[in-house]
């Protein structure tokens, strides 16, 4: 099968495709035949090292966490699951590939697309954890850097949901999107600490740092302490600012099978920014790293 590998750290130019035997799933993993894959900016973060004390990695190493994909067969006391089964969840080898090992997955409904689906798992389960570790709840202000994302518009969604308004920084070209998700949008850069406190007089009980992108030691004036601030942006943030960053939590079927209900029913928005072919990984890491990218990137192998 061709797969997307990097023998070492580095940019964009360390990725390259290869051929690599397709995986044979072990007990409980099921094997998929990828459709869609999942472009998250820890993609880059991992390639070029930066997380190298959070996630250990293994060269030659294949990057991705998420895929849809249809079952090509399955491992010992595998239950309710058959090749042919159309599916999408969390991969346990890397999904920037033709075929992926993977344990927890969900059955992908008939109205959800590829890519949508592909799009769900490390977004929902990433928005629900931190929403959770902030214990937002109804009638309180969360303030979501970064919210125009991929994790940051799933953020939203859940939050205004809960009963929570939301305050969420974006680009300007992303207001109306964010407006249509039910957030109040303000601008980043200088000035964000005014215009935040403007749009949310009553003060923000909450916040989710979605961007890393310089925002947290605001966040942290306009909350008065580092109490409730989660990032899921800026590994050296707990160590600089004492603002814990959030790097994964427990994952189940049961918990994408609610997001992919949430999606098919109209309740959870699912937006595809842009699809790549697998052999343009590295352009999908590069449109991923700059920061300015409404909704989901994704790969097609």
Known sequence: ??????????????????????PQPGPGQIRLRVVSAGVNPVDYKIRNGWLAQVFATEFPSTPGWEASGVVDAVGDGVTGLAPGDEVFGFTDTGSYAGYALATIVAR?????????AAALPVAGETAQRVLDEL???DGETVLIHGAAGGVGGVAVQLAVARGATVIGTASAANHEYLRSLGAVPVAYGDGLVDRVRAAAPQGVDAVFDAAGQGALEASVELRGTTGRTVTIADAAAAQQLGVPYSAGGER????LAVL?????????????????????AGKAQDRSATGHVRGKLLLRP
């Not at 992908?108 to 949508?116: I, N, V, Y």
């Open 252 to 255: 189940s079927a049961e918990a």
């Open 135 to 137: 214990a937002v709840t």
């Open 260 to 280: 992919a209900d949430l999606a098919v029913a109209g309740k959870l928005r699912v937006e595809v920014a842009e699809t790549f072919a697998l052999a343009d």
């Open 1 to 22: 099968m061709e797969a997307i590998v990097f023998d070492g750290f580095g940019g964009p130019e360390v990725l390259r495709v290869a051929e690599a035997d397709v």
């Open 108 to 116: 992908k409904p008939a109205g959800l697309g590829w890519d949508e």
